[in-house]
């Protein structure tokens, strides 16, 4: 995990931008503060409770990539700016309503938060067209008391995962591009040009040379899975080697009902299965199938040998950040042996 960060931090030097790491991978403040000894600007954090989370930890800026709605949002927004005036907070935006909700009750606290306004990037998800609609809102935050125009935000995460790194590479640069030629025909000429521009990510975040990104969000290399190991790098198109799966999962069996059938007690309420099936680390020959919750049924080819009951499994995880958000505890292993223990404080908070 440590050789991750540095390497990342390093990637990105490279390339002459500055990190920005999604911590919703993690949601711990701890691996944050050390993803920003390690160079990086600031933060991520996907929901305002792991926000609220991170800056109660000390962390110094967080940007909340996530639109949020709702007048309850709106309140515990302002309250974390004002509980920590020294901390960078800013809010991604892509509504009128969000500038005009979020600028009325700074006004009334007597504070400034400042505003990225996500724009369209290829997933059809959040965001603005980057068309007259993008110079609108930014023109309505210029004009509002409350509010600061602080870039954009332009995350293609459905390009995050495409298998073979110069095909993704290539999407990903030809799913923004209009957005930073909108920037430069329209936004610069009117003095809107933004001054952070955020987006990328572990798959991505090589993809942009000479477009024009300030800040990339990268967050699953701190762990990497068994998904993102699968999406090939520069140098071989079915694996990805430039970071290491850092990120397991122990589990025990607990039964072995049939020679070719184990059972161990990591269900879905453990090891996710929303990007696949994870990976049984310690016999690679054996799958593993969910069994419900609390299951997973493990198939061993012909032959194999028995394994024993009560012994112990270590499996690579499909989706680092789903999985993570099942355990109250990340344990830092190193030669075999638990070094540190990290509570993971923001589990549950995706309010
Ligand atoms: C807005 C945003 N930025 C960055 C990331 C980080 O992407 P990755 O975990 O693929 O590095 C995510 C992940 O979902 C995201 O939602």
Not at 72 to 93: D, F, G, N, S, W
Request: hydrophobic residues 40%; contains cysteine.
């Amino acid at each position: 995990m440590t050789q991750n960060i540095k390497e990342m931090q390093q990637q990105i030097d490279l390339l002459g931008l500055t990190l920005r790491p999604h911590t919703k991978a993690h949601k711990i403040p701890a691996l944050a503060q050390m993803q920003i000894d390690a160079g990086a600007v600031g933060i991520c954090t996907s929901k305002l409770g792991e926000a609220e989370v991170m800056a109660k930890g000390g962390i110094h800026d967080v940007l909340i990539t996530t639109p949020i709605a709702g007048a309850v949002k709106y309140h515990r927004l302002i309250a974390l700016c004002k509980e920590h005036p020294k901390t960078v907070i800013r809010q991604v935006i892509d509504h009128p309503e969000h500038v005009k909700a979020i600028a009325r009750l700074a006004t009334e606290t007597g504070i400034e938060v400042g505003l990225l306004v996500e724009v369209e990037s290829g997933q059809m998800r959040c965001g603005v067209m980057p068309d007259e609609s993008l110079v609108e809102l930014i023109e309505l935050i210029n004009r509002t008391e409350g509010v600061r125009y602080d870039g954009i935000q332009a995350y293609s995460g459905h390009l995050q995962l495409v298998k073979g790194y110069q095909v993704r590479q290539q999407t990903a640069f030809d799913a923004v591009r209009d957005v930073f030629a909108f920037i430069d025909t329209t936004l610069a000429p009117r003095d809107l040009k933004p001054g952070i521009v955020s987006g990328g990510g572990t798959g991505t975040f090589a993809a942009y040379p000479g477009l024009g990104y300030t800040e990339i969000q990268s967050g699953s290399y701190i762990f990497m899975d068994a998904t993102y190991a699968a999406i090939g790098d520069e140098l071989c198109d079915v694996t990805n080697r430039q970071f290491s799966p850092a990120l397991k999962v122990l589990t025990t069996v607990i039964s072995h009902p049939a020679a070719n059938r184990a059972v161990v007690d990591a269900g879905m309420k453990s090891l996710s299965i929303d990007l696949g099936m994870p990976k049984v680390t310690t016999y690679p020959e054996v799958t593993y199938q969910c069994g419900g919750d609390e299951h997973g049924i493990l198939h061993l080819p012909e032959g194999h040998r028995q394994l024993k009951v009560g012994e112990v499994l270590t499996m690579l995880p499909s989706h680092c950040d789903t999985t993570l958000h099942n355990f109250d505890v990340l344990y830092g292993v190193r030669d075999g042996m638990v070094v540190e223990q990290w509570a993971i404080e923001g589990r549950g908070r995706s309010d």
